[in-house]
């Protein structure tokens, strides 16, 4: 049976390969709908994270990253903590992705409401959910944009979170100022993201084609929570943290990313660029816990 895996995965991968070659000529900027729904972006999550689309958490300084869904789990675990809310608290994820974060957040008693903007993440989301076991009244999804929540009553919510999607906001204040509204006084906001000093071309390349040309430079989540409204920031750094999942993409994707720059085609595999572009930068950006509340 696993060798049958081994084959259809290998199949399925030599045919992303040739679509990606002939569908994705890396010149226009991707929205993020293209970025997600393009064959290496479905085909490099589900075979490596099992659709989740988040780093994961390992102890510092740790090697070898297997198994990596163990990680994963406790990265989702790490923004629990962060939200540090009572069971029935309800929260928007904003961002949802296939829904494996949010579905965490409802098996841990939160009441989760999930907007994407990707109608192929949503769909996953719905089955996610259903597989799962959990009903309407712990979790839905839906789409929807982050830009625009005027669907969402005011002060409805305890709290929002963002898992590795902020980074693709168009307009980050606007977003906030958003979040802000829904928000109770005192409610939450936690943002697990990245931020960046990158200052090579290639790593600005890899922003753009993975539509994150918006992304905060390293220092400016606080005062730009601040001009949203938010109080009581805190950041917590955890690049040591994902740096195995890092590693192992630059290790993975080394030759053939060389293999593609030879023929000038690297940039039709954003993935695969990002990954080895990233580890042979390492240090040039961070991953972020940031926590703020609505006073
Ligand atoms: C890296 S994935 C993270 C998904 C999920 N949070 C997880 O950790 O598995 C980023 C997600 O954000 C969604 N997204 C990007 N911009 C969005 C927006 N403006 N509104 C809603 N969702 C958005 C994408 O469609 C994608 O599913």
């Given at each position: ?82 939200l ?7 929260v ?66 305890d709290a929002v ?27 939450v ?107």
């Amino acid at each position: 049976m696993a060798y049958r895996r081994a084959i259809l995965a290998l199949l399925v991968l030599a045919g992303g390969i040739f679509t990606a070659l002939i569908t994705n000529d890396g010149a226009a900027t991707p929205s993020v709908e293209q970025y997600y729904s393009s064959v290496e972006s479905r085909l490099g999550y589900w075979l490596l994270l099992g659709n989740a689309r988040h780093c994961g958490y390992w102890p510092a300084g740790i090697l070898w990253p297997f198994p990596i869904g163990r990680a994963l789990r406790a990265m989702e675990e790490k923004l629990y903590q962060r939200l540090d809310l009572p069971a029935g608290a309800k929260v928007l994820d904003a961002g949802a992705g296939s829904g494996v974060v949010a579905s965490y957040m409802a098996k841990g008693g939160l009441v989760v409401q999930g907007i994407d903007l990707t109608p192929m993440h949503v769909q996953d989301a719905q089955r996610v959910i259903k597989a799962r076991g959990l009903s309407s009244d712990q979790i839905t999804v839906r789409q929807g944009d982050y830009h625009d929540l005027s669907d969402v009553d005011s002060a409805s919510l305890d709290a929002v979170y963002t898992m590795e999607t902020f980074v693709h906001a168009d307009d980050p204040l606007k977003v906030l100022k958003n979040f802000r509204r829904i928000l109770r006084s005192g409610g939450v906001l936690v943002l697990h993201e990245a931020d960046f000093h990158w200052d090579s071309e290639v790593l600005q390349e890899v922003l753009r084609l993975s539509h994150c040309q918006n992304t905060l430079k390293e220092g400016t989540y606080e005062s730009l929570l601040e001009e949203a409204g938010f109080t009581n920031i805190t950041v917590d750094d955890y690049t040591d943290n994902v740096l195995p999942l890092w590693r192992l993409f630059g290790i993975l994707g080394s030759v053939p990313y060389d293999l593609m720059r030879l023929i000038g085609q690297e940039k039709r595999f954003t993935n695969v660029m990002a990954g080895v572009e990233a580890y042979r930068h390492w240090g040039q950006g961070r991953y972020i816990s940031v926590r703020a509340t609505n006073p």
